[in-house]
């Protein structure tokens, strides 16, 4: 059974950084991909930033730039950090993995841009 887990979301002024975690049961090695997702108040759920087994990693257009999403293969976890916060960054992000075709998620974790 696949486990992700999130933590490191919060309320934070626009122009702060955060920095989120997922920690995984298994190894991160093992996923072809993990993703971080977010969903705001009355949006669809989009993808925010995606990380490859090979370590390539793509962004959403409204993130390029700000957001970096990275791996650690030793602890088996996955990062977001997010600097040059908006208000319109204000969601809920989800750590996702695929794994042989199978989708797994986490429970998410709060970001509130706001000051």
């Known amino acids: 059974q696949v486990q992700l887990v999130e933590s490191g979301g919060g309320l934070v002024q626009p122009g702060g950084s955060l920095r989120l975690s997922c920690a995984a049961s298994?190894?991160?090695?093992?996923?072809?991909?993990m993703d971080w997702h977010r969903q705001a108040p009355g949006k669809q759920r989009e993808l925010v930033a995606r990380?490859?087994?090979?370590?390539?990693?793509n962004y959403a257009d409204s993130v390029k730039g700000r957001f970096t999403i990275s791996r650690d293969n030793v602890k088996d976890m996955v990062y977001l950090q997010l600097n040059s916060l908006k208000p319109e960054d204000t969601a809920v992000y989800y750590c996702?993995?695929?794994?042989?075709?199978?989708?797994?998620w986490g429970q998410g974790t709060q970001v509130t841009v706001s000051s």
């Open positions: 996702a993995a695929l794994r042989a075709g199978a989708p797994y």
């Open positions: 298994g190894s991160v090695f093992s996923f072809d991909v």
């Open positions: 990380i490859t087994s090979g370590g390539r990693t």
